[in-house]
């Protein structure tokens, strides 16, 4: 399993805008209907509100950087463009232990 983590910061009095484009069926039925798509969490810091993190997990890394590349990705980031206060920062992971009490929440 791979994890694509995005950091990303907007004004939290934007939050509620970013969130619904985030949300929508435009945004969200192309990422869901990734190949190897597996879940998805967009979490905010309870210390700096408006600090993001989303953390995507794949069933490999080619599945998804192929979605990271697509013109559906690009769309999504284009239109939160103009809230963000900085650039999106991405970082890679590979899954090396699981443990969850939820199995049809990570993974297979």
């Given amino acids: 399993m791979w994890l694509n983590c995005t ?3 907007v004004n939290p009095a934007h939050m509620g805008r970013v969130l ?3 949300e929508s ?3 969200m039925a192309p990422l869901q209907a990734a190949r190897g798509f597996r879940g998805m969490f967009l979490v905010q810091s309870t210390e700096a509100p408006g ?3 989303s ?4 069933a ?3 599945d ?3 979605y990271l590349a697509s013109p559906a990705c690009r ?3 284009e239109s939160i463009q103009e809230y963000l206060l900085r650039p999106l920062e991405r970082s890679y992971y590979e899954v090396l232990v699981e443990a969850t009490t939820q199995k049809d929440c990570i993974g297979d």
Avoid at 55 to 58: E, F, K, R, S, Y
């Fill in 75 to 77: 769309g999504v980031i």
């Fill in 64 to 66: 998804g950087q192929a």
């Fill in 20 to 22: 619904s484009i985030l």
């Fill in 25 to 27: 069926q435009s945004s």
């Fill in 55 to 58: 953390i995507t997990w794949w």
């Fill in 7 to 9: 950091r990303g910061r």
């Fill in 51 to 53: 600090e993001l993190i």
């Fill in 60 to 62: 490999s890394a080619e």
